[in-house]
């Protein structure tokens, strides 16, 4: 690895008096929860870089859910012999805040970044993007570090939060001589980018990064990382109150907070009082969190989404919120409020409960910068996530769903997405787009969900122990499933003086049934109120699948695909992916773009990673008993696909067949009359291995089936 350099340089401008915005001041900004309940002083613009496709123009014009958001980069500038791609140039006053980035493709991450500061044509630090940003050179983990620790680093999301403060102007480059400047995405290295940074009014006093004062604040960024990383414990919990109390059906229970002050933390933990009915998964999605503060309501959510885990128990810790695994749940958002406040626990669940509540009180002292908190969650159920998309088509089929909209001034501070994925595909390719005070463009358009989130590649492995991002359950990403996703934010807070509308891209790569339900989180001066009653019916929502309020949290929660796609047959054809894939012994199932293979619907069942004896169970029910009827089903032939034989119902079913061609097609096989049973039947498919010495894989291909009786 390239040794990093730390240059210092002389700033071009002297800085007259005290720095308003300091590495010191940034550093103790993002450890203060009670700073985010406050309206920032100095103001500033929380903006973003991003490497999202440049064919996104505007919304309704062709492009608009383009997806080739990698190695686009502002220019090209040639220095000293060398190729520098500007991923980041902005001028005025600033500080970086986040920076993420991923890789793929030849030599990944293995070129050289710099970042210049004011002006300057020498570096202020300079080395490869691993070490900089998720390496550790410039700051420990978790301010320097990647997601999930558990996959390979150079396809993990690598997250740098150590802030980097410049007075007249920040400019960051990559080096490589593998990222190609045409036709990026079709070979060479692959860079993938999103960089928010605030950019301050005109006049700001800025101490600007430099070694010297990276190395004068190395003790605090120490201790900082320390605190969040929970090395030091965060207890703001002093006299409060405790209350356990069995809830019936559609009954609710409420304390009061007078005068003035702020909730410091709020835990409740949800169990069975001794019913036979109790679900303790629709009791975190039925039992709801309401909040009133100086007589407004401002929060209103699910128990399990407002802490950020979901409808299952999925422990982790950051620092705003915590879930233990006895299922006690925390949060350590500071709600500050004038003359009084008002917590309610409300049970819609179609059983009784039993809630555990304890809330601290702490001292506050209100002034014209203090706001409230708020927090408001939806659900887009049973949302068709629009077909199987390519790039070359332009991501046609994709669409934006709106998260929140909100009115007036005040800080938004983060979200938290669950849902439930029906297919064995990503759900995820879409961006974020986050518009501030009436914008017409974004100013910030991401390069993919998972990438807004902290991690990278659609990877399902959990991460739980960073202060910002995590994801406690990603089991629904690649396969049918459940998925936790948070993201929470300190410095990279995004201020508001009119509006913020934060959509997001529904762009699933085939057909997905999704139940998508974000939960987001923000402050607001007290003359600014987001809902009435809280109903999302005022905004646009173009899949007629949007749920709030009890409509949302009364739903039954999905845990089984079946309750999305019951695998029903009738007669005529089917597409392989609507069956129920209930068993695998070996290897991974996945939903296929058919590229080259003329499928019936663009996409085929590829069962992949299996050896020879290896099993996968596909179950599907019909609701009458069907007599003797034609079957044929249209398989997979390829280079890399294998042998295989069937049993139906446990008897064997047709002869045995090998998938192996020097060509790719589709090839109907007809089954011949056979009978099936009313309600389940099931296919066993047994991988025969390879078909000869020269082939290394087995896979086992299908597109649909068809039933003529």
Not at 356 to 364: C, D, G, Q, R, Y
Not at 549 to 563: F, I, N, P, Q, Y
Request: glycine share 10%; with cysteine; aromatic share 14%.
């Amino acid at each position: 690895m390239k040794r990093v350099l730390f240059l210092s340089i002389l700033s071009l401008v002297t800085l007259y008096g005290r720095c308003q915005v300091t590495m010191e001041s940034l550093l103790k900004e993002m450890v203060s929860a009670e700073s985010l309940a406050k309206f920032p002083s100095p103001e500033f613009k929380l903006l973003q870089f991003s490497s999202y496709d440049r064919m996104s123009i505007a919304a309704g014009e062709p492009g608009w859910f383009a997806n080739f958001d990698l190695s686009n980069f502002l220019r090209v500038e040639k220095r000293e012999g060398r190729r520098e791609f500007v991923l980041f140039d902005h001028r005025g006053a600033g500080a970086v805040v986040r920076f993420w980035m991923t890789f793929a493709g030849i030599h990944p991450g293995e070129g050289v970044m710099r970042i210049y500061i004011d002006g300057s044509e020498i570096p202020a630090v300079q080395g490869s993007p691993f070490e900089l940003i998720s390496g550790g050179k410039l700051a420990p983990d978790p301010l320097s570090s990647s997601v999930s620790k558990s996959y390979r680093y150079d396809r993990r999301g690598h997250n740098l939060y150590l802030p980097i403060p410049y007075s007249l102007n920040c400019k960051i480059t990559y080096e490589s001589e593998f990222v190609k400047e045409e036709n990026a995405g079709f070979g060479g290295e692959n860079v993938y980018y999103n960089i928010n940074y605030r950019e301050y009014p005109a006049g700001t006093k800025v101490e600007s990064f430099c070694d010297k004062v990276l190395k004068k604040n190395s003790e605090q960024i120490k201790s900082v990382a320390q605190k969040l990383a929970g090395a030091v414990e965060r207890q703001v919990f002093t006299a409060g109150l405790s209350k356990s109390k069995v809830l019936e059906r559609g009954e609710c229970y409420s304390e009061s907070l007078p005068g003035e002050g702020a909730i410091g933390q709020i835990s409740i933990k949800v169990e069975n009082p001794g019913s036979e009915d109790f679900n303790l998964n629709q009791a975190l999605r039925s039992v709801v969190l309401e909040i009133s503060f100086d007589g407004v309501k401002r929060v209103w959510s699910p128990v399990g989404d407002f802490f950020g885990t979901g409808y299952k128990i999925s422990p982790h810790r950051t620092f705003f919120t915590q879930v233990s695994e006895d299922g006690s749940m925390t949060s350590l958002w500071v709600m500050p409020f004038r003359e009084g406040a008002d917590v309610t626990i409300r049970n819609l669940a179609g059983f009784p409960v039993k809630m555990i509540l304890e809330i601290s009180k702490i001292e506050w002292k209100w002034n014209d910068r203090s706001m409230h908190f708020g927090a408001s969650w939806r659900e887009y159920h049973r949302l068709d996530a629009g077909g199987v998309k390519s790039n070359a088509d332009l991501g046609e089929g994709a669409f934006d769903i709106n998260y929140v909209t909100l009115k007036g001034k005040g800080i938004y501070v983060g979200d938290a997405l669950t849902l439930f994925n029906s297919a064995y595909a990503w759900w995820g390719e879409g961006d974020e787009k986050i518009y501030v005070d009436g914008e017409s463009f974004p100013s910030h358009f991401g390069t993919g969900t998972e990438d807004y989130y902290g991690y990278a590649w659609c990877r399902p492995e959990k991460f739980t122990d960073h202060p910002f991002i995590s994801q406690p359950d990603g089991s629904g990403n690649l396969e049918a499933g459940y998925t936790v996703n948070l993201r929470y934010r300190s410095l990279d807070k995004i201020p508001f003086k009119e509006s913020l509308v934060l959509n997001m891209e529904v762009w699933s790569w085939t057909d997905a049934i999704l139940n998508y339900s974000p939960v987001t989180f923000y402050y607001q001066l007290p003359d600014h109120i987001l809902y009435k009653k809280y109903s999302s019916r005022e905004f646009t929502d173009p899949t007629g699948s949007l749920l709030s309020g009890e409509e949302g949290a009364t739903k039954k929660v999905v845990t089984d695909r079946l309750e999305l796609v019951p695998a029903i047959v009738r007669e005529g054809r089917s597409e392989f992916d609507q069956l129920d894939f209930h068993y695998r012994s070996a290897g991974r199932v996945s939903f296929d773009r058919s590229v080259g293979f003329n499928t019936s619907n663009k996409a085929f069942v590829n069962w992949s990673g299996a050896s020879a004896g290896d099993t996968l169970v596909v179950r599907f029910y019909t609701n009458e008993n069907l007599k003797e009827g034609a079957i044929k089903i249209g398989f997979i032939k390829g280079a890399n696909f294998g042998r295989f034989r069937i049993l139906l119902n446990g008897k064997p079913f047709g002869d045995t067949f090998d998938g192996s061609s020097d060509t790719q097609f589709v090839t109907e096989v007809d089954f011949g009359r056979q009978t099936l049973n009313k309600g389940e039947n099931q296919f066993t498919f047994i991988n025969l291995g390879p078909s000869h010495s020269g082939q290394k894989n087995s896979f086992v291909g299908i597109d649909y089936i068809d039933f003529n009786f």
